[in-house]
């Protein structure tokens, strides 16, 4: 079974399935965004409601995984190496998600825009 614990939003909002990306969001544009990703992907993830009415994405826990207090934010517990990494921000869930999955993404525009040169912030 994945270790998630070394990421404080797991005390907060608990991993049932903790081999299963997470998902941290709320029904916002950003946050269906992610959703369809994963669901397009056919990725196994688990969804966990961030109130962002109740700034439940000020909360220490969720501002452990992104700084910016914003969702969506993910951890995937099969990052690179297989070691669990955290992601936040749209657009670079997004090319994560595509990169890892290899669909809904163009080689040919990664190479056009230096896929391997864009800045991804991960936790």
């Not at 907060?12 to 903790?18: C, G």
């Not at 914003?70 to 955290?86: E, N, S, T």
């Amino acid at each position: 079974m994945t270790d998630l614990s070394s990421f404080p939003i797991t005390q907060r909002w608990p991993a049932s399935y903790p081999d299963r990306l997470q998902l941290y969001a709320a029904p916002t544009p950003n946050g269906v965004k992610v959703s369809m990703m994963l669901e397009e992907t056919g990725l196994p993830y688990e969804p966990h409601f961030v109130d962002i009415s109740n700034n439940e994405s000020k909360d220490p826990a969720f501002v452990s995984l992104n700084p910016n207090g914003r969702i969506p934010a993910i951890i995937d517990p099969a990052g690179p190496d297989g070691q669990p990494i955290g992601i936040w921000e749209t657009g670079a869930i997004l090319i994560y998600l595509a990169d890892k999955t290899g669909q809904l993404i163009s080689t040919a525009l990664l190479q056009i825009v230096g896929g391997d040169k864009l800045i991804i912030p991960f936790c």
